[in-house]
């Protein structure tokens, strides 16, 4: 099992939908989530990241966590063209703790077109 | 404040020569982490180090690669002897003081390394 699971893609959303990212992860400690964008040929971009259960909300986007299930979704609420991208999630893996080395695990990407 | 530098930016080498990519973190920030991406494909990682300390380097080939941050100046990453398949781009990441299970790693604009 991956550490940290993202479906590759592409996800296609047509201009104005809500796009909706999955994210599922195996360390049952881990404590800090986060999303990253990264637009082709760019290096990623730190757009959430999420500590507690439930929902944070930044503008467009929606970070949901829930440790129970050990799942992390990033909703992008009226999709632009400039959304699409590559949606990375990252996970600090408590368990990997050494002298205050905590681990954080990218995801694959999922790749986002958002159609106009 | 400056983000995270990475340079150069772009770097062509023929095999067996030696590439040096360059990295000085964010202003405050005393951890570094190396990636790799190949094209179309996931970040990898392959080292972090702090200050004058590799403290994990699960991810880096065990030939031909070396990396260190010393005290004064940026973190370096080495590739001896290199091959075609070492052609990637290279991230740098950095991120403060680790405290309270957060971890946000802020991303250079990366070296792109081509080996002809």
């Known amino acids: 099992q991956k550490e940290v699971e993202q479906n590759s893609g592409p996800l296609s959303v047509p201009e104005g939908a809500i796009a909706s990212l999955n994210c599922t992860y195996s360390d049952r400690g881990s404590q800090s989530f986060f999303w990253y964008r990264q637009y082709s040929g760019k290096s990623p971009e730190l757009i959430m990241f999420?500590?507690?259960?439930g929902d944070k909300e930044d503008g467009r986007f929606t970070a949901q966590l829930n440790k129970a299930s050990q799942y992390v979704s990033l909703l992008i609420r009226d999709s632009q063209p400039s959304d699409s991208a590559t949606y990375l999630c990252a996970v600090n893996m408590f368990g990997r703790w050494d002298g205050g080395y905590q681990k954080v695990t990218f995801g694959i990407g999922t790749k986002l077109q958002v159609i106009p | 404040n400056a983000g995270v530098m990475q340079n150069p930016r772009h770097l062509v080498r023929r095999r067996g020569q030696e590439a040096r990519l360059r990295c000085s973190p964010m202003k405050g920030h005393s951890h570094v982490y190396w990636y790799r991406q190949l094209p179309e494909e996931g970040l990898k990682f392959m080292v972090y180090?702090?200050?004058?300390?590799?403290?994990?380097e699960s991810g880096m080939p065990k030939e031909r690669f070396s990396a260190e941050f010393p005290k004064e100046g940026p973190s370096i990453l080495r590739i001896q002897q290199v091959v075609r398949g070492d052609s990637a781009a290279y991230f740098c990441a950095s991120s403060p003081p680790i405290g309270g299970g957060r971890n946000e790693q802020f991303f250079g604009p990366g070296t792109r390394l081509t080996v002809l």
């Open positions: 999420i500590y507690s259960n």
């Open positions: 180090l702090q200050k004058e300390n590799i403290i994990d």
